[in-house]
């Protein structure tokens, strides 16, 4: 697949955590995780497909898009307050401007990293059910959703939930509930959906990130250059 990391690391823990992770940024300093309750416990297809789901993180590169967003909510959040202490100082306290910025970055990581986090982890999910329905995965050929590979990452979904423990219903903020994403992946194998067409829903969350980030960049930019007294 052509993803560069440094090491391929088991994170023991005693067999009671099934899970798997990629850390870093740079290949240089990129590890991907796969815990000794998965080795153990689940089929090598299963393996393989979870292994992917990872792999489609940094593909995706879903980990730089998760740091741009972090640092765009911290510009566009200083943004509100800095709007606030200029143009209401005499109507509005001193605090009025830190609850504003408070405000609009709770909000941000309340609704909108919750969405992206798990639009990020459905990316992910159907790399991983592509990857589980092919032979020797290659990026510049076949780009289908197979049923096989979609039954085959699901059931490795399925696992996943059960051995730690959790209900394929519950509702998780970053990751969503197992059940729907379950059902995404069946539903893009039984229609014919593709990697490419996963690619431009996320292509689109993309940019909007990097618009926030633009949008509170300017604005500190511009904060700076015309009260650089205020802001300081």
Sequence with gaps: ?????????????????????AMGILPQFRYLLISDAVLERMSPLEIRAVFAHEMGHIRGRHIP??????????????????????????????????????TIM?????????????????????????????????MNEDRIIRPEGAETFS?????????????????????????????????????????DQEDRAVRMIKRFIWAGAAMGGAAISLFAYFAPGMVN
């Design 106 to 138: 709770i909000l941000l990581w309340a609704f909108a990293f919750g969405h992206i986090s798990r639009r990020f982890e459905r990316h992910s999910d159907v790399f991983g059910a592509w990857a589980a329905g092919t032979r020797c995965p290659d």
């Design 155 to 195: 059931r490795a979904l399925e696992d996943v939930t059960e051995l730690n423990g959790m209900s394929l219903y519950h509702r998780n903020w970053r990751h969503g509930r197992t059940s729907e994403r379950i059902r995404y992946i069946r539903e893009m194998a039984n229609n014919g959906g593709t990697l």
């Design 1 to 21: 697949m052509k993803i560069r990391f440094r090491e391929i690391l088991v994170w023991r823990s005693g067999g009671v955590l099934a899970n798997a992770g």
């Design 65 to 102: 898009f998760m740091c741009l967003f972090a640092i765009s909510t911290i510009l566009l959040s200083m943004s509100v307050g800095i709007t606030f202490a200029l143009f209401f100082p005499d109507t509005l306290p001193e605090e009025s401007a830190l609850i504003a910025s408070l």
